[in-house]
Each structure stands twice: as structure tokens, then as C-alpha cells.
């Protein structure tokens, strides 16, 4: 392996370069020619890819090979094989064939599949997805493949997302085609994902039976400092924290995964990790495994890494900023404004899509980045409100503005052509950015999509963004079609025109935080899903139904299995947070204040007994207002048990989650408070388990 890091970088991948090396020629071009244009595989060329796979990889130190995938619990999944394989004489050869390599048969009986495998056959198999490379970790290949049932339905999230991606890019070459761009056969999508975290001591981490159990703090009341200095945003780096970003970012570069920006965020013990980006596919495959390094190193270092939307309550939690554009095979970024007027329509087209898509599909978006954590982000003033909208910034406004009304953008710069299409500036990244408080902003060549959770994969939101798109250019595709060469600019204006005029609603520039946006946005009648459960429905509504069939990303087994995971995922996550709850307050935290309480009474009679009237009586007072506390907080447990079972013996559906959401939740918060309310007044030492200040401040 390599010293210098162009040498490192990618050094566990099997990369195209590798594949040129090892492949014959004529195998390497049939190849490509899968990667490239999506063709069929055929198993001669599977078989010349396996022997080259396996030789790199044996050369590499690897043992064993595994079928990576993306089951619908959001986490990867494997099973592994060694290469070893017996021959007459007693001794064993590595061996890995064509067949190996292109289909795997895990026992899938034990994925979530919501109701799929009680219909259909139990079994599941994995297929190679070539467009993602294969690579080493742990002295093993990793073949990154899709998981589907045997009777096709997919179980896993590569599935839905290579689908998405092959309908978006299907209409947008069509609509390219209309332009006159009759060189670009295939459109890919692009992902660059912003990944926030938190490293909290793993001393700290195993006292916390919460963050164990749930992955955020149920209980704990805010050290004297939060993040109110925002001295920790983007801050000098901690030596200790220097070193761990050092080697996560190798580790990352081994494995071909472009990690480029790193920097402390907002609140303490809070960082950031960007990759340049990527096609969709890569991206997803990059950020699940950068999550998992990222924990990994995390361990090496004596850390742990939270992955949590909102491990610590007051303080900001994490989240993930979806960058997102399209890019012909010809290197063209659709998204980006153009010098020419012929561009410019095109971007045009490209943009109202988008908007267009954003508005329809607005319940989808939200959706996709609904989770039990995330709700405790979204609307609370630190991310995105629920309602989703586009930030598109002045400059653009304006030219949007202008075409509604028929007026020509007007800039000394910019020339004017005789169809009414015309220059745009190009818009430096700077004007377009400043809004951090909006879900879905124009970063100047491609749209950020900043709603969702730190922890779940990114493969969801990108299926619905690149469906919708798709949704909107296939339409647009139809109302163009036919129109005559000498007509298309005034139809393509029109049809601009009138998608702005009709979608327009969904563009807010201003303060996404504010009480008066939320009331502006119901008057302009989108969508406000503040929680998941309220979310949930749009993934089985009759029009996203109608989307999905058409673009044969999901059938309708397949979308009522994700919205049953989804339910039970829901009610399963907040039921191990109650009883989580319970268990720390029983155990734990109720004891602790008890001891505390009784050491204080001893002391309050030692004093009354001496005559120390005034400290006895302060004494007194303090031991009535923690006892009050412990009475509440133990009352609240007793409810919060009562609930839990109600909601137990609920159907698992949407009046459940809404139940979890509504009592259950709101009993936890109840007993949060007393507790809350008592954790500044107990001594140190009392409690067995680290407080807000000792997880946060000493990292
Ligand atoms: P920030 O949003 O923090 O200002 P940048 O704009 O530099 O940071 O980049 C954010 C992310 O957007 C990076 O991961 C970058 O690679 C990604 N990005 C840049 N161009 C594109 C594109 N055309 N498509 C998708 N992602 C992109
Ligand atoms: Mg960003």
C-alpha cells in the first residue's frame, strides 16, 4: 500500500483502473459497457471479472468475499464466504467464480420485510451492482449488490434507487433529446452528503444505558454552558479529536471514499464530515459505510460516535445536507445556469422540474426524512421546519419573477434573443447559500436537500427526489413532443411560464423558522406533517401510488411492505425508548435521588438536634422539593407503564404510531421534566452515570 495519499487513496478499491489492468480486453470493454449504459451481464464476462476480483483481492490479503447489502432496516448487512475451496489432493484453492459473484442467497427470513414474505417465497438473493465497485475491509470483498425476494420484489433500498435513477434519467434523455441534444444517452444523478456527528467518550457512553438502548439521552439537564457562545463552530480542532478525524479520513480514502471537508459544528463535541460528491448510487453505498467507519475509528480512539438526530436535548442535533444534481454522460451539470441562451432554456427546464416536483411531491419529501429521531430536529429551530419549501435566492427569484410576467430578466450584461430566451447570470455560490433555515435551496448548480436525519440512509429521500423529477420531466416530456422545430422555444417558455405560475407557492426565501412562515405557508396550502406518524400516510396516498407504478419503482406490495416497516419501526423505536425510560429511572436515577434524600435528612436532624435551625429548615425546604420531584417522576412512571401497555395492545397501524406519538412520547417528556428539575440540585457522585456537562465538556 501506498505512503502518499494519491497512492492511499482508493488502494482497497477494485477500481476501474485495476479492472483495466486485470481484465482482457475485450471482458473489460463488455464490462463498461454494463456500467455504463445498464446493459445485461453476460456470465462469461461475470466469470473473467470473478477471477480478476479474487486474484486482486487475495493479493490484498483478503480471505473471504461477502454480498454487501441494504435491507429496509436502513443499516448494511453481509454474510461471508471464504475463497477457500477444496481440490482432490486435501489442499484447498482460492477459487470465486462468475456465478459467485452475480448471485448470493442469504437467509432472508430474519430482514424486515413487511408482509412480503408471508405472500410470497421466503427466501431472498442478492444481485451484483456493478455500478457500485467492489472493495476490501476486514480482510474481505465486498460486493455491493441489491437483495431482492425470489419471486422480485425488492427487499432492500439499492433496488428502488437504481430503479429511481434509471427512470429519472430515461425522461430527462428524452426531454434532452427535444432540445437537440441528441449525444447524451444516459443522465445520472449526483449526491454529495453532508454527514454530522457527535463523539462523546466511550467511558461516558457505556454508563449511559440511554444512549446504549436508544442512541440519545432520555434523561440529563443542561450543563451551566450549551452552544449559546458558538465558540465551537468550526473552532480549533481538540489534538485528541484532530487524530481521530486524521484517521477516519484514511480510512475513508483506502476505501475510495472522497471525505474533503471536516470541521466542528455548532454544538460541543458536534463535527462535520463531507465527501466531494458522487453518482446516487456511490453516494448511498459511501455514506453507509463512512457511518460505520466512522464508528470504528471512533472505538480506536477511546470515542464513540453518536449517530442520533438529537442524542442530547437544548442543544442542536444532527443532520445530513442531501447536495443533489444531474449530470449527462457528456459531463454536463443540468442544474447549472448557462452562458448561453440555449443553455439557459435547458436549465430553465431542468429548474421548473425541480420545483415542480418539490411542490407535488412536497408530502413524499417530508416523508423520507420522517424518523422518531428526526422529529425531535425538524420545526425546532435548529433544522428545516417540516414544511417543505425551495429557497432559491434573489437573483433567481427575480428571473423567475420576470418570466411569470413576461418581462425580460433585465441586466445591462445580458443579451436578448428574438424567442425570449435569455442569459442568466451565473450565479456565484455565495449569493444562493445564506439561507440555512430552508429544507430544499439552490446552491447555484445543484439543490441541497437539507431535512434529513444524521442517521438514516440517504437512499430514501434520493428515490423520491429522483421519482418526482422524473414525474414532472415525463410530463413535460408529453406536452412538448409534438410541438414543431419552429415552435419549441415559445412552447418551452410557455411551458415554463405556466409551471412557475402554478408552483410558485412552494418558493420562500425568507425566515423558515418563524411563527408568521407557518401560518403563510398553511394560507398557501402545503403541507405542514410535523411528526412521522403524520407523515407516514403520504407513502400509500393514491397519487404517489399512481407515481410510483408508473415508474416501476415500487409495486404495490412492495410500497405497502416499506409502509408497514415503517409503522412497526416507529412504534418499536419509542417503545424501547419508554421502556429504556423506565428502567433508568427505576434503577437508577430514582435511587440516586432517594440516597441523596435520605443523606440529606440525616444531616437536616443532625443539624435540628444541634439548634442550626436555619440550615436544617434550607435543608428541609431542599428535601421537600426533591421529594416532590422523586413522587412525580415515579407517578409519571406509573402512567408511563399503563400507556406503554395500551399502546402494546394496539393494532400495529397508523393509530398506534399516533398513539406512541401522542401519549406515550408526551409521558416520557413529563417525567423528563421532574427529573430534569431535580439533576442540578443532586451532587456529583450520586448519579451512576455521567451528566450533560461530563459528556460534553471534557471530550
Ligand atoms: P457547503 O454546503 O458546506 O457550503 P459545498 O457547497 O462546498 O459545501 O459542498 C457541499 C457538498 O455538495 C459537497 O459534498 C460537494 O461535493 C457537493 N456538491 C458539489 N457539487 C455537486 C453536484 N453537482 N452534485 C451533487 N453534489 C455536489
Ligand atoms: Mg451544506
Given at each position: 500500500?501506498?505512503?502518499?495519499?494519491p497512492?492511499?487513496?482508493?488502494?482497497?478499491v477494485?477500481?476501474?483502473?485495476?479492472m483495466r489492468?486485470k481484465?482482457?480486453?475485450?471482458?473489460y470493454?463488455?464490462?463498461r459497457?454494463?456500467?455504463?449504459?445498464?446493459?445485461h451481464?453476460?456470465?462469461?464476462?461475470?466469470?473473467?471479472?470473478?477471477?480478476?476480483?479474487?486474484?486482486?483481492?487475495?493479493e490484498?490479503?483478503?480471505?473471504?468475499?461477502?454480498?454487501?447489502f441494504?435491507?429496509m432496516?436502513?443499516y448494511?448487512?453481509?454474510?461471508h464466504?471464504?475463497?477457500?475451496?477444496?481440490v482432490?489432493?486435501?489442499?484447498?484453492?482460492?477459487?470465486?467464480s462468475?456465478?459467485?459473484?452475480?448471485?448470493?442467497?442469504?437467509?432472508?427470513?430474519?430482514?424486515?420485510?413487511?408482509?412480503?414474505?408471508?405472500?410470497?417465497?421466503?427466501?431472498?438473493?442478492?444481485?451484483?451492482?456493478?455500478?457500485?465497485?467492489?472493495?476490501?475491509?476486514?480482510?474481505?470483498?465486498?460486493?455491493?449488490?441489491?437483495?431482492?425476494?425470489?419471486?422480485?420484489?425488492?427487499l432492500?433500498?439499492?433496488t428502488?434507487?437504481?430503479?429511481?435513477?434509471d427512470?429519472?434519467?430515461?425522461?430527462?434523455?428524452?426531454?434532452?433529446?427535444?432540445l437537440?441534444?441528441?449525444?447524451?444517452?444516459?443522465?445520472?444523478?449526483?449526491?454529495?452528503?453532508?454527514?454530522?456527528?457527535?463523539?462523546?467518550?466511550?467511558?461516558?457512553?457505556?454508563?449511559?444505558?440511554?444512549?446504549?438502548?436508544?442512541?440519545?439521552?432520555?434523561l440529563?439537564?443542561?450543563?451551566p454552558?450549551?452552544?449559546?457562545?458558538?465558540?465551537?463552530?468550526?473552532?480549533?480542532?481538540?489534538?485528541?479529536v484532530?487524530?481521530?478525524?486524521?484517521?477516519?479520513?484514511?480510512e475513508?480514502?483506502?476505501?475510495?471514499i472522497?471525505?474533503?471537508?471536516?470541521?466542528?459544528e455548532?454544538?460541543?463535541?458536534?463535527?462535520?464530515l463531507?465527501?466531494i460528491?458522487d453518482?446516487?448510487n456511490?453516494?448511498?453505498?459511501?455514506?453507509?459505510?463512512?457511518m460505520?467507519?466512522?464508528?470504528?475509528?471512533?472505538?480506536k480512539?477511546?470515542?464513540?460516535?453518536?449517530?442520533?438526530?438529537?442524542?442530547?436535548?437544548?442543544?442542536?442535533?444532527s443532520?445530513?445536507h442531501n447536495?443533489w444534481s444531474?449530470?449527462?454522460?457528456t459531463?454536463?451539470?443540468?442544474?447549472?445556469?448557462?452562458?448561453?441562451?440555449?443553455?439557459?432554456?435547458?436549465f430553465?427546464?431542468?429548474?421548473?422540474?425541480?420545483i415542480?416536483?418539490?411542490?407535488e411531491?412536497?408530502?413524499?419529501l417530508?416523508l423520507?426524512v420522517?424518523?422518531?429521531?428526526?422529529?425531535?430536529?425538524?420545526?425546532?429551530?435548529?433544522?428545516?421546519p417540516a414544511?417543505?419549501?425551495?429557497?432559491?435566492?434573489?437573483?433567481?427569484?427575480s428571473?423567475?419573477?420576470?418570466?411569470?410576467?413576461?418581462?425580460y430578466?433585465?441586466?445591462?450584461?445580458?443579451?436578448?434573443?428574438e424567442?425570449g430566451?435569455?442569459?442568466l447570470?451565473?450565479?456565484?455560490k455565495?449569493?444562493?447559500?445564506?439561507?440555512?433555515?430552508?429544507?430544499?435551496?439552490f446552491?447555484?448548480?445543484?439543490?441541497?436537500f437539507?431535512?434529513?436525519?444524521?442517521?438514516?440512509?440517504?437512499?430514501?429521500?434520493?428515490?423520491?427526489?429522483?421519482?418526482?423529477?422524473?414525474?414532472?420531466?415525463?410530463?413535460f416530456?408529453?406536452?412538448?413532443?409534438?410541438?414543431?422545430?419552429?415552435?419549441?422555444?415559445?412552447?418551452?417558455?410557455?411551458?415554463?411560464?405556466d409551471?412557475?405560475?402554478?408552483?410558485?407557492?412552494?418558493?420562500?426565501?425568507?425566515?423558515?423558522?418563524?411563527?408568521?412562515?407557518?401560518?403563510?405557508?398553511?394560507?398557501?396550502?402545503l403541507?405542514?406533517l410535523?411528526?412521522?406518524?403524520d407523515a407516514?400516510?403520504?407513502l400509500?396516498a393514491?397519487?404517489?401510488?399512481?407515481?410510483?407504478?408508473k415508474?416501476?419503482?415500487?409495486?404495490?406490495t412492495?410500497?405497502?411492505s416499506?409502509?408497514?416497516?415503517r409503522?412497526?419501526?416507529?412504534?418499536?423505536?419509542l417503545?424501547?425508548?419508554?421502556l429504556?425510560?423506565?428502567?433508568?429511572?427505576?434503577?437508577?436515577?430514582?435511587p440516586s435521588?432517594?440516597?441523596y434524600?435520605?443523606?440529606?435528612t440525616?444531616?437536616?436532624?443532625s443539624r435540628?438536634?444541634?439548634?442550626?435551625?436555619?440550615?436544617a429548615?434550607?435543608?428541609?425546604?431542599?428535601?421537600?422539593?426533591?421529594s416532590?420531584?422523586?413522587?412525580?417522576?415515579?407517578?409519571g412512571?406509573?402512567?408511563l407503564?399503563?400507556?406503554v401497555?395500551?399502546?402494546?395492545?394496539?393494532?400495529?397501524?397508523?393509530e398506534?404510531?399516533?398513539f406512541?406519538?401522542?401519549?406515550?412520547l408526551?409521558?416520557?417528556?413529563?417525567?423528563?421534566?421532574y427529573?430534569?428539575?431535580?439533576?442540578?440540585?443532586?451532587?456529583?457522585g450520586y448519579?451512576?452515570?455521567?451528566?450533560?456537562?461530563q459528556?460534553?465538556?471534557?471530550?
Amino acid at each position: 500500500m501506498g505512503n502518499t495519499i494519491p497512492e492511499l487513496f482508493g488502494s482497497l478499491v477494485f477500481s476501474d483502473k485495476i479492472m483495466r489492468e486485470k481484465l482482457p480486453k475485450d471482458m473489460y470493454k463488455a464490462l463498461r459497457k454494463t456500467i455504463d449504459n445498464n446493459t445485461h451481464l453476460e456470465i462469461d464476462v461475470a466469470n473473467a471479472v470473478a477471477v480478476a476480483m479474487k486474484e486482486w483481492a487475495v493479493e490484498n490479503g483478503a480471505t473471504h468475499f461477502t454480498h454487501w447489502f441494504q435491507p429496509m432496516t436502513g443499516y448494511t448487512a453481509e454474510k461471508h464466504d471464504s475463497f477457500i475451496c477444496p481440490v482432490e489432493s486435501g489442499e484447498v484453492i482460492m477459487d470465486f467464480s462468475g456465478k459467485e459473484l452475480v448471485k448470493g442467497e442469504p437467509d432472508a427470513s430474519s430482514f424486515p420485510s413487511g408482509g412480503i414474505r408471508a405472500t410470497f417465497e421466503a427466501r431472498g438473493y442478492t444481485a451484483w451492482d456493478p455500478t457500485s465497485p467492489a472493495f476490501i475491509k476486514d480482510r474481505t470483498l465486498y460486493i455491493p449488490t441489491a437483495f431482492c425476494s425470489y419471486s422480485g420484489e425488492a427487499l432492500d433500498k439499492k433496488t428502488p434507487l437504481l430503479r429511481s435513477m434509471d427512470a429519472i434519467s430515461r425522461e430527462a434523455v428524452k426531454v434532452l433529446k427535444l432540445l437537440g441534444k441528441e449525444d447524451v444517452t444516459n443522465v445520472l444523478t449526483t449526491v454529495g452528503p453532508e454527514q454530522e456527528y457527535f463523539l462523546i467518550d466511550m467511558e461516558d457512553y457505556k454508563r449511559r444505558k440511554d444512549l446504549i438502548f436508544t442512541g440519545r439521552t432520555l434523561l440529563g439537564a443542561p450543563s451551566p454552558k450549551g452552544q449559546e457562545m458558538d465558540d465551537h463552530y468550526f473552532g480549533n480542532l481538540k489534538p485528541r479529536v484532530a487524530a481521530y478525524m486524521h484517521d477516519l479520513d484514511e480510512e475513508l480514502w483506502k476505501l475510495g471514499i472522497p471525505a474533503k471537508t471536516k470541521h466542528n459544528e455548532v454544538a460541543p463535541s458536534q463535527h462535520e464530515l463531507a465527501p466531494i460528491f458522487d453518482t446516487t448510487n456511490v453516494a448511498v453505498d459511501h455514506n453507509q459505510l463512512t457511518m460505520e467507519i466512522m464508528k470504528k475509528v471512533a472505538e480506536k480512539h477511546g470515542y464513540m460516535c453518536l449517530l442520533h438526530e438529537k442524542p442530547f436535548a437544548g442543544i442542536n442535533g444532527s443532520g445530513k445536507h442531501n447536495n443533489w444534481s444531474l449530470t449527462t454522460n457528456t459531463g454536463e451539470n443540468l442544474l447549472n445556469p448557462g452562458k448561453t441562451p440555449g443553455e439557459n432554456t435547458q436549465f430553465l427546464i431542468f429548474l421548473s422540474a425541480v420545483i415542480k416536483a418539490v411542490d407535488e411531491y412536497a408530502d413524499l419529501l417530508r416523508l423520507s426524512v420522517a424518523s422518531a429521531g428526526n422529529d425531535h430536529r425538524l420545526g425546532a429551530n435548529e433544522a428545516p421546519p417540516a414544511i417543505i419549501s425551495i429557497f432559491l435566492g434573489d437573483e433567481l427569484t427575480s428571473v423567475i419573477e420576470a418570466i411569470e410576467k413576461d418581462e425580460y430578466f433585465s441586466r445591462a450584461e445580458n443579451v436578448q434573443v428574438e424567442t425570449g430566451a435569455k442569459v442568466l447570470p451565473h450565479f456565484a455560490k455565495d449569493t444562493t447559500d445564506r439561507n440555512r433555515t430552508s429544507p430544499f435551496a439552490f446552491t447555484g448548480n445543484k439543490f441541497e436537500f437539507r431535512s434529513l436525519g444524521s442517521s438514516v440512509s440517504i437512499a430514501g429521500p434520493n428515490i423520491m427526489l429522483n421519482t418526482a423529477v422524473a414525474e414532472s420531466l415525463s410530463i413535460f416530456y408529453e406536452e412538448l413532443k409534438d410541438v414543431p422545430a419552429d415552435k419549441m422555444d415559445e412552447a418551452i417558455h410557455k411551458l415554463v411560464k405556466d409551471t412557475i405560475v402554478k408552483h410558485k407557492r412552494v418558493i420562500f426565501n425568507g425566515n423558515g423558522y418563524t411563527q408568521e412562515w407557518v401560518e403563510e405557508a398553511e394560507k398557501r396550502g402545503l403541507f405542514n406533517l410535523r411528526s412521522t406518524p403524520d407523515a407516514m400516510p403520504a407513502l400509500i396516498a393514491d397519487k404517489n401510488k399512481k407515481m410510483f407504478l408508473k415508474h416501476h419503482i415500487y409495486s404495490e406490495t412492495e410500497l405497502e411492505s416499506r409502509y408497514e416497516i415503517r409503522i412497526e419501526n416507529y412504534t418499536k423505536t419509542l417503545h424501547i425508548e419508554a421502556l429504556t425510560l423506565k428502567d433508568m429511572v427505576l434503577k437508577q436515577f430514582a435511587p440516586s435521588l432517594m440516597d441523596y434524600i435520605d443523606d440529606l435528612t440525616q444531616s437536616a436532624l443532625s443539624r435540628k438536634e444541634l439548634g442550626i435551625e436555619e440550615a436544617a429548615s434550607i435543608q428541609t425546604d431542599l428535601i421537600k422539593k426533591l421529594s416532590a420531584c422523586y413522587s412525580n417522576t415515579i407517578n409519571g412512571i406509573k402512567k408511563l407503564s399503563e400507556d406503554v401497555d395500551k399502546a402494546e395492545s394496539m393494532e400495529p397501524d397508523i393509530e398506534q404510531c399516533k398513539f406512541y406519538h401522542d401519549v406515550v412520547l408526551a409521558d416520557m417528556d413529563e417525567i423528563r421534566k421532574y427529573a430534569d428539575e431535580a439533576e442540578p440540585l443532586i451532587p456529583e457522585g450520586y448519579l451512576p452515570y455521567p451528566t450533560y456537562e461530563q459528556m460534553l465538556f471534557y471530550v
